[in-house]
């Protein structure tokens, strides 16, 4: 079994920047893909990011392409989604997730662990 615990949401002013992490135990995620998503109140979950086990590939949608940074340090067993340029609509729960068998293009029903998500605040 593997726990994901994110933290580091909060309320950011619209342009600020914010990194949220997620901090893994139970397992090594060294062999995971990892993966960021995001709901918005009324809305489905929907991705936002995903690195494969190495780190190597990265992933993004379309509307964070640019601004967002997915990375990892095994060592830590953490994930990270560092978040620039904030506009209202990233405002949502960040949740993590962890894929066993994924190469971080994945669909969001392959991850395997999910996290209890971190509410990250955009203000305009």
């Known amino acids: 079994q593997v726990q994901l615990v994110e933290s580091g949401g909060g309320l950011v002013q619209s342009g600020g920047s914010l990194r949220v992490s997620c901090a893994a135990s139970?397992?090594?995620?060294?062999?995971?893909?990892m993966g960021w998503f995001r709901q918005c109140p009324g809305k489905e979950r929907e991705f936002v990011a995903a690195?494969?086990?190495?780190?190597?590939?990265?992933y993004y949608t379309s509307s964070v392409k640019g601004r967002f940074t997915i990375s990892r340090d095994n060592a830590k067993n953490t994930v990270y989604l560092q978040m620039n340029s904030v506009v209202p609509e990233d405002t949502a729960v960040y949740y993590c997730?962890?894929?066993?068998?994924?190469?971080?293009?994945?669909?969001?029903?392959?991850?395997?662990?999910w996290g209890q998500g971190t509410q990250v605040t955009v203000s305009s």
């Open positions: 139970g397992r090594t995620i060294s062999s995971y893909a």
């Open positions: 997730a962890a894929n066993r068998y994924g190469s971080g293009n994945d669909p969001q029903g392959s991850y395997d662990y």
């Open positions: 690195i494969s086990w190495g780190g190597g590939r990265t």
